[in-house]
């Protein structure tokens, strides 16, 4: 109609034209129609949807569109798709494609059913036919006997057993061998049928024996407090019991509060007994607590704190306070990064800065001394230079061409065929040459050797020199003494 009125112009107004004429409704968002799009029927349809609908829409991007068509694939199909990471959309399509067919329903097979022929009189047949022309179901349902096949031969456990000690077949009389072919073979026929998927839920688990596990084994004590060192969620402060300065270690990991007993002794203590008392340490033993303190004051940067202690040998630190003490502070901060623990100690808000870490020492004497009268020593260990005890081996060139006998003499006692080096071992009986009293040094006028074999003996005697044959004589007789 337009065409007849006013002809086009350009090619502009005339595809303006189209798109008015046949293009989708002005009013409609196709934005909005893409998000929600979601797979209803077969992936080739649903990608089919969606591309009509994001070539209608501009500015959005690649990675947004990729999001989009896989968050509107059905949940099985999305979530194979999802596990492979696809990082364009044609590649998501051909995996949504592919994961398709897995989750297509086969049809089950079917069986022909074989019925057998007999031979029924004209009556019968009449009556049969008017049944079925009636097509209408039967009143009542056939009842369903369970027949047993007599063609199949069934022996008890005696007879299985005497036949076995016999020798004979289990179906026929003849002898049984690897070679035997049994005349009475029988063919059986199996038929499974799938059954519906039936979710089977798992009966919970019984947790009584793991409480009472835990129940017995709810003191504890961990591997940094029992050996003194400083880990994660330790903080290491430096507090006094009635005026005696001792190392306080805040240890997470550990159920209650200990304290060394050398403490109590040295301060004279009150100890409650506790007998048969096992405490569970972080290298797999038990320690059995030697008492306990109801409630130990213990003044830390200038706050008192009042706690009940167990009495446990440890290393390191003095005091130890475990999670049973920050139960009782109710809400707290602590930043083990920083070494700040935070609380409120009745109406007052208190902030306790942890130790850093330091390297070990020099100790001096009057240090150990100090320990030595406390046994506040648990291990002392040195270190000094010690030569190996085990012999080296020390192998020779065997020929080739040597008798195999011959080299295994030689392999086997190498350290007498060994080139010898060094001075040779001590001896219950040493080498002596016994002098008469009073000898005097002999005399032995100076010869040559001729120039030829020069290079030859100063090679000789450095090797010797390198190997500790031979030293360099401090006797009066000779200039060499040789061994």
């Known amino acids: ?90 590649h998501s399509v051909s995996l949504a494609k592919l994961y398709e067919e897995k989750y297509v329903p086969k049809p089950r097979p079917s069986y022909p059913q074989f019925q057998t022929k007999t031979q029924t009189p004209n009556t019968s047949q009449q009556v049969t036919q008017s049944l079925k022309s009636t097509n209408l179901p039967p009143l009542l349902l056939k009842p369903v006997t369970n027949q047993k096949n007599t ?34 073979k029988q063919y059986l026929f199996l038929q ?22 835990l129940h017995v084994q709810e003191h504890h004590l961990s591997y940094n407090a029992l050996k ?28 209650d509060n200990f304290l060394q007993p050398r403490i109590t002794q040295c301060l004279k203590l009150s100890v409650k007994p506790i007998p048969d ?3 569970l340490v972080g ?43 920050l139960a009782t502070l109710g809400a707290h901060i602590s930043d083990y990064s920083k070494l700040v623990l935070k609380f409120c100690l009745g109406n007052q808000f208190v902030t306790l800065q942890g130790e850093q870490t330091k390297l070990p020492t020099q100790a001096q004497f009057n240090h150990m001394c100090r320990m030595h009268q406390t046994n506040a020593i648990d291990e002392l260990f040195t270190l000094q230079v010690a030569s190996s005890l085990s012999p080296v081996d020390q192998g020779i060139d065997i020929p080739t061409n040597l008798d195999p006998e011959v080299a295994i003499l030689l392999y086997t006692y190498n350290e007498v065929f060994a080139i010898p080096r060094g ?45 500790g044959i031979i030293v360099p004589a401090l006797a009066l007789f000779l200039p060499l003494s040789f061994w």
Request: hydrophobic share 40%; with cysteine; proline share 7%.
């Open 1 to 90: 109609m337009m065409s007849r009125a006013n002809a086009f112009p350009t090619w502009v107004a005339f595809t303006r034209a189209l798109e008015l004429e046949f293009g989708p409704f002005p009013y409609e968002v196709p934005r909005s129609t893409l998000f929600k799009l979601t797979q209803t029927g077969s992936v080739q349809d649903y990608y089919t949807q969606f591309t009509a609908l994001a070539n209608r829409v501009q500015g959005v991007t690649t990675e947004a569109l990729l999001d989009c068509f896989v968050g509107g694939l059905k949940p099985d199909i999305r979530r194979d798709v999802i596990a492979q990471a696809p990082t364009i959309l044609l």
């Open 151 to 184: 063609n199949i031969k069934r022996i008890t456990t005696a007879e299985m057993q005497l036949r076995r000690e016999k020798g004979l077949c289990f179906t026929c009389d003849e002898k049984f061998s690897s070679s035997h072919r049994c005349p009475n």
């Open 192 to 213: 499974l049928e799938d059954e519906e998927n039936v979710d089977i839920q798992p009966e919970p688990p019984d947790i009584s024996d793991l409480v009472d596990h």
């Open 228 to 255: 003194g060192s400083f880990g994660v969620g330790t903080m290491r402060f430096y507090g006094s019991i009635k005026g005696m300065q001792v190392q306080v270690l805040l240890d997470s990991g550990s159920s």
């Open 277 to 279: 008392f096992q405490v």
């Open 283 to 325: 290298n797999g033993n038990a320690l059995i607590a030697e008492g306990l303190i109801k409630e130990l004051e213990v003044t830390i940067q200038g706050h008192s704190l009042k706690l009940p202690v167990y009495l446990l040998p440890v290393s390191g630190a003095d005091l130890v306070l475990g999670a049973a003490w």
């Open 423 to 467: 001075l040779p071992p001590p001896r219950s009986q040493n080498h002596a040459i016994p002098l008469l009293l009073g000898s005097r040094p002999v005399k032995v006028r100076p010869y040559r050797y001729p120039h030829s074999q020069k290079l030859q003996i100063e090679k000789m005697i450095k090797e010797m020199l390198e190997g």
